[in-house]
């Protein structure tokens, strides 16, 4: 025995010298080594890189598929013979199926995983850009068609919210989730980029379409050989192996190869047909556990709009997006009447907007991690970076919100200044660089707040993303519709001025009551929906 001190009830003995009781001592079992503590994901570091670069290239589906569409609508209004009214009505129809898409497959990740949502939703996006491509002459099903791209491309985002929410503990978020969505946005800038250089280069509207096919059919197949499962739900934190169809095709084709060369070399082994049916037995018994199924509710999304804390989240993530899409909508006309641009150079004049979404989700993203570590530190918190922490007892709200407050200040100069200076014709240098500002600190505001809705809601976190693209969609139709008559009359200063204060404003008294009465009410949330299911029968449960 060595010679270090044993402890045992506060009381220690050198391993050397004899006890008072022999008796005593053997009664006494010896205390087992504290178990480790179990970790929130098995998925490596350069898993999850790989797993993010995936990422990134989905969420270009939706951006992309909307404004690369935007050059093409003379050319379509003139191929289909149909007014550029009719061709609008496109847009529409895209813009309803992008709130209706998330309710589908979004709570469905939730239930049936990630992967297979993605690999449904990326062929029927590729089936439809491939309809569009060959669609001749028929309007109706040029409407059809765009309605089923939307369908199959809208649901990514929330989706991979859910990806994130699975693979990065809370205070480790921001580092996943910034490159990702700072890079999907570079699509917004690059869609009528594309768009008009393809359809410039070729004359006809179809090689964009093609395009999209091709992009579709490569997402499909990333997806398929390289995106394993994630959703907690039905691997846990990747310790519980996948069904069939949440397993990679490259681990499938290897395990397939595998087993075909393990059941030759068992073939040539048996000899007799009893040995054949106990083998075919044994294989019966090591089938995947068949889970219940359960339909999941599409309107899951919709409920949470209403609680609280969560409509005051949603205000804050949803609001900001409905003002860069007014900004947005106010380019044209704003640099073709007041500085004479072309369309080329008002094509141009979105791409300081764009470099802000991208600059301000990347710089974000480290700042979401950063407050949340200031707030640990505050309230005396060591933040648990193996099994992560139980957001039941930490301030989540006040750790996202923090520094909030300076950001709406610039925020509301920035969008009231945005409307004097574009109404007494300033140099367009500065309505450029104010568009950046704004598009940073919305796709700011967007971000951190989508991530506080994830973080509310850990077991589906998929569908509280969905909620907030229900918001925002919502927020910007309303916003859109009321541009034109507004600026009409008013003018472009007050309306710019109105919606800082709304927005703004708004935002301000929503910050207050998230970072002073979130936590609260969340408990109080979580408390009724716990009533809820005790209250519920065995078969509604």
């Known amino acids: 025995m060595s010679s270090n001190i044993e402890k045992d009830g506060g009381c220690a003995t050198d391993a050397g010298m004899p006890l008072e009781s022999d008796t005593n001592s053997a009664a006494i079992a010896p205390l087992s080594p504290p178990l480790p503590p179990v970790p929130y994901t098995l998925f490596t570091r350069s898993h999850r890189r790989m797993i993010t670069v995936i990422l990134i290239l989905t969420m270009l589906a939706s951006p992309l598929t909307a404004t690369i569409y935007l050059p093409l609508l003379p050319l379509l209004a003139t191929h289909f013979h149909v007014s550029l009214q009719a061709i609008n009505l496109t847009l529409t129809v895209y813009i309803i199926f992008q709130a209706v898409s998330p309710l589908l497959f979004a709570t469905a990740s939730d239930t049936f995983g990630r992967r297979p949502i993605y690999l449904v939703t990326f062929s029927v996006y590729t089936l439809a850009s491939l309809g569009l491509a060959l669609n001749k002459g028929s309007y109706a099903a040029l409407l059809v068609l765009r309605a089923l791209q939307s369908l199959g491309a809208s649901a990514v985002l929330a989706v991979a919210y859910g990806v994130v929410a699975d693979l990065c503990v809370p205070s480790e978020r921001g580092a996943m989730q910034g490159p990702a969505l700072g890079a999907a946005n570079l699509a917004v800038c690059i869609g009528p980029v594309v768009g008009g250089w393809v359809a410039l280069g070729s004359g006809s509207y179809v090689w964009v379409f093609w395009c999209l096919v091709i992009y579709g059919g490569v997402v499909v197949v990333v997806v398929g050989f390289g995106l394993p499962e994630t959703a907690r739900n039905v691997v846990r934190n990747g310790e519980t192996e996948a069904s069939w169809w949440g397993r990679t095709w490259w681990d499938l084709l290897v395990t397939w190869r595998r087993d075909r060369r393990v059941l030759k070399e068992k073939k040539d082994a048996e000899s007799s047909a009893g040995e054949e049916k106990k083998r075919e037995g044994e ?39 409905a003002v860069w899409y007014c900004v947005q909508a106010s380019i044209p006309p704003v640099y073709r009447d007041i500085y004479g641009f072309d369309d080329f150079q008002i094509g141009l004049s979105y791409l300081t907007g764009g470099f802000g979404t991208v600059l301000g989700g990347y710089a974000n993203g480290k700042f979401m991690d950063w407050n949340y570590k200031v707030t640990a530190r505050q309230i005396g918190h060591t933040v648990d970076k193996v099994s992560g922490d139980d957001l039941n007892h930490f301030p989540i709200e006040r750790a996202r919100a923090r520094g909030s407050w300076h950001i709406l200040g610039v925020y509301v100069c920035a969008l009231a200044g945005y409307g004097w200076v574009i109404r007494f014709r300033a140099h367009e240098s500065i309505p450029l660089t104010l568009q950046f500002v704004l598009a940073a600190i919305c796709t700011a505001f967007q971000q951190t707040f989508n991530a506080l809705l994830v973080d509310i809601f850990p077991t589906s976190p998929s569908t509280a993303a969905a909620s907030g693209n229900i918001t925002r969609c919502a927020l910007s139709a309303v916003a859109v519709a009321v541009l034109q008559p507004m600026v009409e009359g008013m003018g472009r200063g007050w309306y710019f001025t109105l919606l800082s204060i709304l927005s703004g404003g708004g935002g301000l008294i929503a910050n207050w009551l998230v970072t002073r009465r979130g936590m609260r009410w969340r408990h109080e949330r979580l408390k009724v929906n716990e009533m809820d299911r005790g209250s519920a029968t065995p078969s509604q449960r």
Do not use: C, Q
């Not at 949470?304 to 997006?321: C, K, N």
């Open 283 to 321: 294989n019966e018994g090591l089938s995947a556990i068949k889970h219940p199924f359960r339909l999941p509710n599409p309107l899951a999304a919709v409920r949470i709009i209403f609680w609280r804390d969560t409509a005051l989240v949603l205000w804050m993530a949803g609001s900001p997006y």
